[in-house]
């Protein structure tokens, strides 16, 4: 079974939504069952035009920042974002994907 925690979070504070995500992997099992210091991971975030972050068609800058420093604290080597959801990596690829089915 999946599991999708959802936390509620009222501003795109940088401390607030570090709390927030801690948080929620902490009810995933942690961190450590999803990277490990050293993993290169892809993160895929919503970009789907020149959006500002107020229309929430794209993920928050702050939220990617957020997350960005969480792992990159954890010991990861690199974070970067994906260049377009039709170019994923593919089977094999030794980089770890961590985001919705992702594992």
């Not at 929620?24 to 919503?46: E, H, I, S, T, Y």
Request: glycine content about 10%; aromatic content about 4%; some cysteine.
């Amino acid at each position: 079974m999946k599991k999708v925690i959802i936390c509620e979070c009222t501003q795109y504070n940088l401390q607030l939504l570090e709390k927030k995500l801690n948080a929620g992997m902490a009810l995933l099992g942690g961190w450590d069952k999803f990277v490990a210091p050293g993993m290169k991971v892809l993160l895929k975030v919503n970009l789907i035009g020149p959006k500002s972050p107020e229309t929430a068609a794209i993920t928050h800058p702050e939220l990617v920042r957020s997350l960005t420093r969480i792992l990159k604290a954890r010991g990861c080597l690199s974070c970067r974002q994906a260049p377009d959801e039709h170019r994923s990596p593919g089977p094999g690829h030794r980089d770890r994907y961590v985001g919705p089915g992702g594992r």
